[in-house]
């Protein structure tokens, strides 16, 4: 192409939050050779406003996660109607959502609109191969470009065991659902090696797990840098990533396991269809069941194994700043735009 990509993005997600920073703003950003980012909607308060003439300039236009509603439909309609290249992305399984999720409500009646839009896309993207077949009755053009990390943010080397095992979970209040599905298994842990750990929770804790003498709880990080920020100060050892299993959770990528593994931590993670296309179990993490006695065995053993443990967290790193570097991520995900679009940027 002898000039960029204009995309333009319908989106109303917070510029602090990890869908608009991790799918949109990064990789975006080191694409500036390649595509010119047009902000096509802002939202002030509850007031949505959308640029028709940046719309109308783009090559294409992305549509992301809630932002097809009853509010916004007359737009998307016209976008239909005009022919332009529409792509639909979303990171989680909106048409399925957890009771759980802070935006439940607002998802269940943005649901018939996401299913016209996926429905009428040129393409849909996703990260996850299990989203992709989440989304399959409604769409035949469905990519999947997995979650990938800015490096620069995250990165802090693998440290080697010294003292005190850090134990820790990075989350927000919503997840104390997911946190509470290892609650006994930590308890018994504490119990059997209360000498050779240190607990840390960010963002949420349990009122059980709050109440173990020396563990730390941080606040929830303000925006999405200040959760790389709050990770690698936090200086976690074994990092836990559990996951109640729900229709939603079973298609989550693996961000956390990006972020967890970026940070030098070993980790364990649910044993879930969307986790395991990103952790190999064994080499790069261990996956666990929803059975308490799974994850107490596997917090033990790499608490008690500092080989392991390190040797787990180093092969992370190390695929993560190979294969999902921001770089790579961002280049996926140009390719995949580049191809929707390509007949309107020839003409």
């Known amino acids: 192409m002898s000039r960029c990509l204009r995309v333009a993005v319908l989106s109303l997600e917070a510029e602090t939050s990890a869908s608009w920073y991790v799918r949109i703003l990064a990789p975006m950003a080191a694409l500036r050779h390649r595509i010119e980012l047009l902000l096509g909607a802002c939202r002030e308060g509850a007031n949505v406003s959308v640029d028709l003439d940046i719309i109308d300039h783009a090559d294409l236009v992305l549509v992301q996660r809630l932002f097809p509603a009853r ?3 007359a737009v998307i309609e016209s976008l239909i109607q005009s022919g332009k290249p529409l792509v639909y992305e979303a990171e989680d399984a909106l048409l399925d959502p ?6 439940y409500l607002r998802t269940r009646l943005c649901r018939p609109y996401i299913i016209d839009l996926i429905r009428s896309a040129h393409a849909v993207i996703v990260p996850t191969a299990a989203l992709r ?3 399959s009755d409604y769409s035949e053009s469905i990519h999947v470009v997995p979650h990938s990390l800015n490096e620069s943010l995250w990165l802090r080397p693998v440290q080697e065991p010294v003292g005190p095992v850090v134990v820790g979970f990075l989350g927000c209040p919503s997840d104390v659902g997911n946190l509470a599905l290892i609650e006994d298994s930590l308890l018994t842990a504490y119990d059997r090696l209360r000498d ?6 960010i963002g949420c804790v349990t009122p059980k797990l709050a109440a173990i003498p020396g563990m730390q709880v941080l606040p929830e990080p303000m925006d999405y840098p200040a959760r790389a920020g709050a990770l690698r100060e936090a200086g976690i050892d074994l990092a836990l990533a559990p996951l109640r299993d729900t229709a939603m959770n079973r298609c989550r ?3 956390s396991w990006l972020e967890y593994s970026a940070c030098g931590s070993a980790g364990i993670y649910s044993d879930l269809a969307g986790i395991r296309e990103s952790v190999t179990d064994g080499r790069t993490g261990l996956l666990a069941g929803s059975s308490s006695v799974e994850w107490s065995r596997a917090i033990e053993t790499l608490v008690r194994d500092p080989q392991q443990r390190t040797s787990l967290a180093r092969a992370a790193q190390e695929e993560v700043l190979s294969r999902h570097a921001i770089g790579a991520g961002a280049a996926r995900l140009a390719e995949t735009l580049e191809v929707v679009a390509k007949p309107t940027a020839e003409d």
């Open 71 to 73: 509010a916004t439909w």
């Open 98 to 103: 957890d009771r759980a999720d802070p935006d």
């Open 133 to 135: 077949h989440a989304y």
């Open 196 to 201: 050779q750990i240190r607990l840390v929770f």
């Open 253 to 255: 990528g693996g961000l």
